[in-house]
Structure formats: C-alpha cells, structure tokens
C-alpha cells in the first residue's frame, strides 16, 4: 500500500556539543519520508521556496519518494534553528520562519488516493485537517504533533483525534495535552478523546505504545555517539508507518515490528546531524540492529 | 546458595504528593531482604536502636530472613525523612540522623558463611569494605550505592570497585561517578574500574545492564498508580540477587531473568508507602507481572 505523507522541508541550523551545522535538509516531512521510503513507496506532500536545492528534490526521488506534491512556491523554503543543551536532552528554539509554509494550501496530487495510508506529520493541525478533508483518506491513519500546536491549537487538534487512528507525540506532549503525569493514564485519556492507538515516544528510553488489544514497551536501541536528536520522532514515526505500509491486513505482530523498526530508524538519525546517517543505513544495518534489539530485550 | 544483606533499617518519614507517612519501616537492608527472601534464604546484618520495633524484626522472620545479625544497640535507630516533587521523579532529603548506624562495626552472626552470595546494599562504603573484609565472600559479590557516596567516599567506593562482581545504581549516580552522559560510555567506564557487571537503574524507564558477553535493556512494569518510589531501587536489587541466589551456577538466561524480577519487585514497591505493597505481592501476583512483562516486550 502506498503512503501518503503530508510534513515540512526545512533548512535547520543545529547547535548541538560543541558543533554547528547551517542550512542542512530537515523538517518532518524529510526525516519520516526518507525512513518510510526504506518499505514502501511514499508520495510526500509539501512545500519548498525558490531557495531550495533541486538535488535535495533528486534525493528523494532516488528513494522512491513521489514528490509530485511538494510544491516549489515563490519565496523562502521553511527555517528552523535551535541550540540542544550539553546532555542534548533539552533544546532551544532560536527562530523559525514558516516562510511559504505560512499560507501553504497543497493541493492533492494524482499520485494519492484515498485508499493510501496517510500520515500527518509534525504541522501546524489546521493544514494536517485540510490534507484529512481534502483526501478523504480511507485507510490507516496516523499524525504526529508538539507542545506549539497543543497550546495554539487545541481545538483543531481535538477534532483531529477522533478522526485518526495512530497519535505519536513524546512523553512530555502527552503530559501537556492529558494534564496527567503517569503516562498509561495519559495514555488512556487520549485514547478517550478518540484515538485509538497511542505511541509516546520517550527519546533514549525508547517509547510506550497502547492500543485497546495490547500494549508495548518499545527498547531503546542503545546508541553510543549521540551527535544529534533532531528528526528522531520524525524518523521513528516513518519507520513505523512504512512498515505497516507493507502490510494489508495488519496484526498485533505487524504493529509490535513496527514500533521496533521506528526504534531502529530513529537510532540512524541520531548519530548524525541532519539526515546523513539514516541515508547511509541500509538493509544490512536494519537487520543487524534488529537483531541486536531482540538479544537486547529476550528473556 | 544463602544471600547475605548488609544493609539500613531506618524509620523513613515520607512526603508524597498529597500524603505523608511518619516512621514507617524502610532502610535499604528492609527493602532488599524482603525482596530477595521471595526466591532465597537471606542473612540480614544491621543495627537499629531500642526504639525498633519487636514486631518488624519478626516479620523479617516470618519472611525467613535470619535475623541474628541485626544488632540491637543502646540509642536510636536511623531516621531519614523526605519529600517528593508532585511528579515523584525527584526528592529533596529534609532530615538524616544515622543515631546507631554512625558507630556501627556489625560482628559477623555464625550463619553467615563466607561461600554466601554477598549483598552490599546501600550504606556508607566503608562499612561495605568492613563487612567485605570481615566475610571474606568467594562467591557473587554485588554493591549499591548513592549520590552521597559518590561525592564523599569516593577513594573507598573506587577500591571497593575491584572486589565486587556487579554493581547497581541510577542514571545520575552512573553519570556522577564517571563523568560520562551517556549510560553506555558510564557503564563501559564503571566497568574499567574493575566491576565486571553494571546494572543502571533508570525508574520508571526501566533499567540497563552491561556484562562482558551481553548488555540487556529490562523493561519497566508499567504501574498505574505510583504512590511513593523510596525503596524502588532496593527492592529491584534484592529480586535480582535472591533469585541468581537459587542457582549454583550463574547463565546469562539467570541473569536477565534477575533482572526482570528485579524490575517487578521494585513495581510493587512503588505501589504503596513503605513495605506494605510488597509485602502482600506473592508468588500468583509475580508470575502474573512476569508474564505481562514478556508480552510487553516481545516481537
């Protein structure tokens, strides 16, 4: 089944240890399609200003990534720019220029049909809501979210929640959108508010996932050189839903792998700034780190 | 194989969200034997005052823990009082009287033997290497230790390093004692100081364990309702060492099923103030969190 991704392409300046890096590819639209793109084909959906590399449009191309909807507007592509304290546990927004995303209305290319898995990446509800309405998406849907629009967005993001099916947000923006600390009761209250299956993503402690069968605890693929946490939630998400993309009818199995490959992809786009690290692993690294989360979690 | 504790028994005073609990039975040597005497025979070496109550000492028997090495010496017994944030992840110690414990030189009881299993729990490294050198230990020797330790034993601690085979303690103190951020550089770290086993303890994400031939990421018992976390750590090393207490020879299957019990054991903990949870987990309540714990985590 193809996927269908709706997120940004940004330039992002990353402060992080002691080293920078300036205008590099990012965005969640980038991070999840390129994960996702390793099982399934992806038709990625966005937006990109006149100052945006073609070569970048080619890289996703050589993925099998379909970007006949990411739109190239005049104007300036999407930037970001944030510095991660030493332990890069935490990070600190510095600018964001929403630019062409600003007053971005896509419009929904051939290539996607309503019988594609869709995920909304990581962006502001209100377009997230307008890719829902105007693909009218019959099939698995996930969508992804953060503390701005939980705040900004509250209400947009409510309606959203009973029309989806997966919800990935990490523990802090459960926290944020349940008001509950324990994160099972967070869990379950957002499981109330419509959505089915919940995936809180818990950065190098791995993530929780609930659904009304079952629950997982997802293990952390223990990586010894942290360079950059950028893109890891994003990544995780792609990895997850391109698995499951693959899949007609999915099991408890399916999801349970899933959640394992979004450990896995997410480990890649840590050990590097931006996305050079998950697009040199290829399928001989997913298997060894698969196998490596099995020795690492069997009793 | 027998298991012998050295350890505290205190009089805890616990502030806790909404509740609070005065002179409740806790100290590291409490937790840990309670634990450990579901799977194995425990010799419990300690000190309390005359104001210890008679009634705990016989339910550390009635739990068949030997309780000829628990001295009972003119004074008072150690009292440590604490308030936990609203979230429970962190606590501020609002009073410490170590009373017996600050002269205590504990006589070795006749049951102890030096072919026991050896659990240094939680005290002052000093009185560790004490006993150490008083038991002469040839079997499995492990240690738990804390922030305070750290900063103020530290020449100790670090020859006490080369004795012992495996050595338990959170996150923070991983960091604290090594320098390193990252657990795996800490447990590599820890592990040139001369212990050949590291078991970090992470709360209520779980915990990481590093040997020579494997590491291992062990689940957390997701628990509902967390009511006071004090003891967590203690209970979990107990469930580790009472069970790999029951076998002669020691496999990496033991070990990570150690931990695993170790894991549950501390979610019992956290469920009431003080002992009471645990105390009333028995072996239907264990088997039942083990088998959640595998379907938790299997893929």
Same mark, same amino acid.
């Given at each position: @089944?193809?996927?269908?991704?709706?997120?940004?392409?940004?330039?992002?300046?990353?402060?992080?240890?002691?080293?920078?890096? *300036? *205008?590099?590819?990012?965005?969640?639209?980038?991070?999840?399609?390129?994960?996702?793109?390793? &099982?399934?084909?992806? !038709?990625?959906?966005? #937006?990109?200003?006149?100052?945006?590399?073609?070569?970048?449009?080619?890289?996703?191309?050589?993925?099998?990534? !379909?970007?006949?909807?990411?739109?190239?507007?005049?104007?300036?592509?999407?930037?970001?720019?944030?510095?991660?304290?030493? /332990?890069?546990?935490?990070?600190?927004?510095?600018?964001?220029?929403?630019?062409?995303?600003?007053?971005?209305? %896509?419009?929904? =290319?051939?290539?996607?049909?309503?019988?594609?898995?869709? +995920?909304?990446?990581?962006?502001?509800?209100?377009?997230?809501?307008?890719? &829902?309405?105007?693909?009218? %998406?019959?099939?698995?849907?996930?969508?992804?979210? @953060?503390?701005?629009?939980?705040?900004?967005?509250?209400?947009?993001?409510?309606?959203?929640?009973?029309?989806?099916?997966?919800?990935?947000?990490? /523990?802090?923006?459960?926290?944020?959108?349940?008001?509950?600390? !324990?994160?099972?009761?967070?869990? $379950?209250?957002?499981?109330?508010?419509?959505?089915? @299956?919940?995936?809180?993503?818990?950065?190098?402690?791995?993530?929780?996932?609930?659904? =009304?069968?079952?629950?997982?605890?997802?293990? %952390?693929?223990? #990586?010894?050189?942290?360079? /950059?946490?950028?893109?890891?939630?994003?990544?995780?998400?792609?990895? @997850?839903?391109?698995?499951? $993309?693959?899949?007609?009818?999915?099991?408890?199995?399916?999801?349970?792998?899933?959640?394992?490959?979004?450990?896995?992809?997410?480990? &890649?786009?840590?050990?590097? +700034?931006? #996305?050079?690290?998950?697009?040199?692993?290829? %399928?001989?690294?997913?298997?060894?780190?698969?196998?490596?989360?099995?020795?690492?979690?069997? +009793?």
């Amino acid at each position: @089944m193809n996927l269908t991704i709706i997120g940004s392409l940004a330039f992002d300046t990353v402060h992080a240890k002691d080293a920078s890096r *300036r *205008r590099i590819l990012g965005g969640s639209g980038t991070y999840a399609s390129i994960s996702a793109s390793a &099982f399934s084909k992806v !038709n990625l959906i966005s #937006v990109v200003g006149e100052d945006f590399d073609r070569r970048y449009i080619e890289l996703f191309e050589t993925r099998g990534i !379909n970007t006949s909807g990411v739109e190239v507007k005049k104007g300036k592509t999407f930037t970001w720019e944030a510095r991660y304290d030493k /332990d890069l546990c935490h990070r600190k927004t510095l600018a964001v220029s929403l630019n062409v995303f600003e007053t971005f209305r %896509p419009i929904i =290319p051939k290539c996607v049909s309503s019988d594609d898995n869709l +995920f909304l990446a990581n962006i502001d509800p209100d377009l997230q809501d307008w890719i &829902f309405r105007a693909m009218k %998406p019959s099939k698995l849907i996930a969508c992804d979210t @953060m503390d701005v629009w939980i705040n900004n967005k509250r209400g947009t993001l409510l309606k959203l929640l009973k029309k989806i099916h997966i919800l990935l947000l990490n /523990d802090e923006e459960a926290r944020l959108l349940t008001g509950e600390h !324990n994160l099972i009761e967070a869990a $379950s209250a957002i499981r109330k508010l419509g959505t089915k @299956m919940v995936v809180i993503k818990k950065g190098e402690h791995g993530a929780l996932f609930f659904s =009304p069968g079952f629950s997982f605890v997802v293990p %952390p693929y223990l #990586v010894k050189s942290v360079i /950059d946490p950028t893109g890891a939630g994003d990544t995780f998400a792609g990895g @997850m839903l391109g698995y499951l $993309s693959r899949k007609n009818k999915i099991t408890d199995t399916d999801l349970r792998r899933s959640l394992i490959y979004g450990s896995i992809f997410g480990s &890649f786009t840590v050990e590097s +700034f931006g #996305v050079d690290a998950l697009l040199k692993a290829g %399928p001989t690294d997913i298997g060894k780190r698969y196998k490596t989360l099995k020795a690492l979690t069997l +009793f």
